[in-house]
Each structure stands twice: as structure tokens, then as C-alpha cells.
């Protein structure tokens, strides 16, 4: 270019922009996760939104006895009997209501429907606050059911392998995964870095997750933070192990898929057009043995491995 040359007399790119397309995306939505925790639980459905979780309350009388050759011995007798008050866990429900004016979902829904998008994102953020609750619900979240015998401190603050061997002698039969915050993690590997035991590593859904003693560790931002602190839950799954659940009700009106519902709630005098989406579920931990946790986890220990291994 010439030094008179008119820089302005050249096409620039705001003024090109205009004649060219452009290629766009769905709504982003960044607070989305994988929500791994819904995918490893066993979903039971549930009738009237009620489930009753029946138990034997004389475990300690049901006595058998291994009879002699001769069958001298006399057999003893026994019984199973209930708990007479057994607790009734009640589904919840996670609910919003989606708005769209008319004009705007007749206009401007190409090339992505503004409706189904509207909706799309209202849903992952219920399914975002389902996880959140089968976590931290005050009444049936797994923090607020952990038994106390059931509850263990680290040994240093820092999650170590010592650590999490004792939540394994607590949920000893099957234990199915570790649920903890990707910091936690993070702070576990370090301390397996610096004990010279690097954790070996297992394929799940297409992504690599960390293991101890062959039990994966799954994250999950949902377990809460604070002060530096968080935790590590133990669980074992499934209604036939007597462990962990989510329940949902089957069969409700616009169902999306299973618990889901999506309902039109009709135009009003503003063409403002309505949808009601409700997810319910709940969580039960069938047996105490099914749940452990390791309390006050310290997830800001960082090592000067040069000093340390001087």
C-alpha cells in the first residue's frame, strides 16, 4: 500500500459483515456438568409419590444354630419382625414455569426452534438442581442421611489413602463409587503423588476417573465447600444390595422422561405462551451400611516436593 493510500476506501470487515453469513450456536449453558451421580443410582419408580422403607427390628434375636449329625440338638426358633413405624420417604418436586411471547417463538425460530431451547436449558438446570439435592437436602440428601457410626475424620486434614481406606471398612459390602468435589480429588491425587502411589485410573461414560482399591472417584461440584473444607462420601448402589436409591414417579402427565414432566399451561390475552416443567425424585439409603463419609477434608495442602524429597 502506497503511504497516500485512503485506508476508508477499502471494504473493511463491519461494513462486510452485513452480506456474509455466519454460522451459529444453541444457548450455551456453562453451569451444566455430567451429573454423574443420577447415572450410577439405581432409579426405582414409586406409587402416590410415597415410598416405605420396611425393616426387621429384632436382627439381634434371629439366632440359627448348626445342628449335630445326629440331630440331638433342639432347633432354635425364630422370627422376623417390623419395624412398626417405618418412615415413608415423600417424592419432591424440582418446578419452574417457562414464558415465551408468541411473536417471539413465531419470528425468530431459525435455524433453532426458540421453544425447544427455552426449554432445553430450563431442564438441565432443574436436572443440575435434582443433583444438588439427592446431595444436600436437609430430609432425604445423602449428607443429612449418613449414619453417625458411619462418619470418619482424616488422619491429617488432607485426603490420604489411609483416609479412604477406613470409609471402605465402612461400606465394605460392594461399595460401588466415591462421590466427592473435583478439588478433594485433586488434593488426593497430590497425596498419593507424594507417597509414591499413583492412583490407577478406570473408563466410565467415555471419561477416566481416578480409583482407590478399584473404586472410582466421582466428582461432583455439588458437594459443598467451605472454609478449605469439603468431603468424601462412600456409597453403595442398588435396591438388591440393600444400598443407595433415587425414586421417581413413573407415568406423570407430559412425561419427558422418567420423574420429567413438560406441560403447556395455554396463551394468555398477551400471546405470553406457558409451560410448566417439574421434575420429581427423592433418595433413600436403605441400610446405614450403605453410606459412609469422611468429614472436614482439607483441599489446600500443596507439598514443595523439591524440599521434600531432597
Known amino acids: 500500500m502506497s503511504e497516500n493510500a485512503n485506508p476508508q476506501l477499502a471494504l473493511g470487515d463491519s461494513a462486510a459483515r452485513q452480506l456474509a453469513n455466519a454460522t451459529k450456536t444453541a444457548?450455551?449453558?456453562?453451569?451444566?456438568?455430567?451429573?454423574?451421580?443420577t447415572l450410577l443410582l439405581q432409579w426405582i419408580p414409586v406409587e402416590a409419590g410415597i415410598y416405605r422403607l420396611n425393616k426387621v427390628s429384632n436382627?439381634?434375636?434371629?439366632?440359627?444354630?448348626?445342628?449335630?449329625?445326629?440331630?440331638?440338638?433342639?432347633l432354635p426358633t425364630i422370627y422376623a419382625n417390623y419395624d412398626e413405624a417405618p418412615r415413608e420417604y415423600f417424592l419432591n418436586s424440582v418446578s419452574t414455569i417457562v414464558d415465551i411471547h408468541t411473536r417471539v417463538s413465531d419470528l425468530y425460530s431459525s435455524p433453532f426452534d426458540q421453544i425447544k431451547e427455552q426449554l432445553r436449558v430450563s431442564i438441565e438446570t432443574i436436572k443440575e438442581t435434582q443433583e444438588s439435592q439427592l446431595i444436600s437436602n436437609p430430609d432425604y440428601g445423602l449428607l443429612a442421611n449418613v449414619h453417625p457410626d458411619?462418619?470418619?475424620?482424616?488422619?491429617?486434614?488432607?485426603?490420604?489413602?489411609?483416609?479412604?481406606?477406613?470409609?471402605?471398612?465402612?461400606?465394605?459390602?460392594?461399595?460401588?463409587?466415591f462421590l466427592t468435589h473435583p478439588l478433594a480429588i485433586a488434593a488426593f491425587g497430590?497425596?498419593?503423588?507424594?507417597?509414591?502411589?499413583?492412583?490407577?485410573?478406570?473408563?466410565?461414560f467415555g471419561s477416566q476417573f481416578i480409583t482407590w482399591r478399584g473404586i472410582p472417584l466421582i466428582p461432583s461440584d455439588k458437594v459443598p465447600v467451605a472454609d478449605g473444607k469439603t468431603k468424601i462420601l462412600l456409597l453403595r448402589?442398588?435396591?438388591k444390595r440393600q444400598g443407595v436409591v433415587g425414586l421417581f414417579q413413573p407415568g406423570v402427565p407430559?412425561?419427558?422422561?422418567?420423574?420429567?414432566?413438560?406441560?403447556?399451561?395455554?396463551?394468555?390475552?398477551?400471546?405470553?405462551s406457558s409451560y410448566l416443567i417439574s421434575l420429581y425424585c427423592s433418595l433413600v439409603v436403605q441400610s446405614k451400611d450403605a453410606l459412609a463419609?469422611?468429614?472436614?477434608?482439607?483441599?489446600?495442602?500443596?507439598?514443595?516436593?523439591?524440599?521434600?524429597?531432597?
Open 254 to 272: 407430559g412425561e419427558q422422561s422418567p420423574g420429567l414432566s413438560v406441560r403447556f399451561m395455554g396463551i394468555d390475552r398477551n400471546a405470553i
Open 190 to 204: 497430590r497425596e498419593c503423588t507424594r507417597r509414591g502411589v499413583p492412583p490407577a485410573t478406570v473408563s466410565l
Open 237 to 239: 448402589v442398588g435396591e
Open 27 to 37: 444457548p450455551i449453558l456453562e453451569t451444566i456438568s455430567p451429573r454423574w451421580l
Open 59 to 74: 436382627t439381634d434375636e434371629l439366632k440359627v444354630k448348626c445342628a449335630k449329625r445326629d440331630q440331638s440338638d433342639e
Open 293 to 310: 463419609v469422611l468429614e472436614d477434608v482439607e483441599i489446600d495442602k500443596f507439598y514443595d516436593y523439591e524440599q521434600n524429597y531432597k
Open 150 to 177: 458411619q462418619v470418619v475424620y482424616p488422619l491429617s486434614g488432607a485426603p490420604t489413602p489411609d483416609d479412604l481406606d477406613e470409609l471402605l471398612i465402612k461400606v465394605w459390602k460392594e461399595p460401588a463409587f
